[in-house]
């Protein structure tokens, strides 16, 4: 069983800065992908980082937001700046990989983390 725990949410205030981690709870053969998602209340899920083998950010969140890894540690991470009060939301990590050469790729997301941005 595979878990994904994502930490370093919390308040902050217009402006300010947070990094989220997520650390999974094994190693793997390989990781197609690494993602960090968030979803707003009344709103659908969405896509906020992603790294393949390019890294890719959503158009809200570019030259804010870096996502990094650390495979020693198997954990990745958001590293949020500039942060706006749209930017509230639960923030999901997202890890598509295969933990033996003879698995399939499955996707396992965390259980989220919520970021509130306000005065």
């Known amino acids: 069983q595979v878990q994904l725990v994502e930490s370093g949410g919390g308040l902050a205030q217009p402006g300010g800065s947070l990094t989220l981690s997520c650390a999974a709870s094994?190693?793997?053969?390989?990781?197609?992908?690494l993602g960090w998602y968030r979803q707003a209340p009344g709103k659908e899920r969405e896509l906020v980082a992603l790294?393949?083998?390019?890294?890719n950010y959503a158009d809200s969140v570019k030259g804010r937001f870096t996502i990094s890894r650390d495979n020693a540690k198997n954990t990745v991470y958001l590293q949020m700046n500039s942060l706006k009060p749209e930017d509230t939301a639960v923030y999901y990590c997202?890890?598509?990989?295969?933990?033996?050469?003879?698995?399939?790729?499955?996707?396992?997301w965390g259980k989220g983390t919520l970021v509130t941005v306000s005065s």
């Open positions: 997202n890890l598509r990989g295969k933990i033996t050469p003879r698995s399939s790729p499955m996707d396992y």
């Open positions: 094994r190693g793997f053969f390989s990781i197609n992908a």
């Open positions: 790294i393949t083998s390019v890294t």
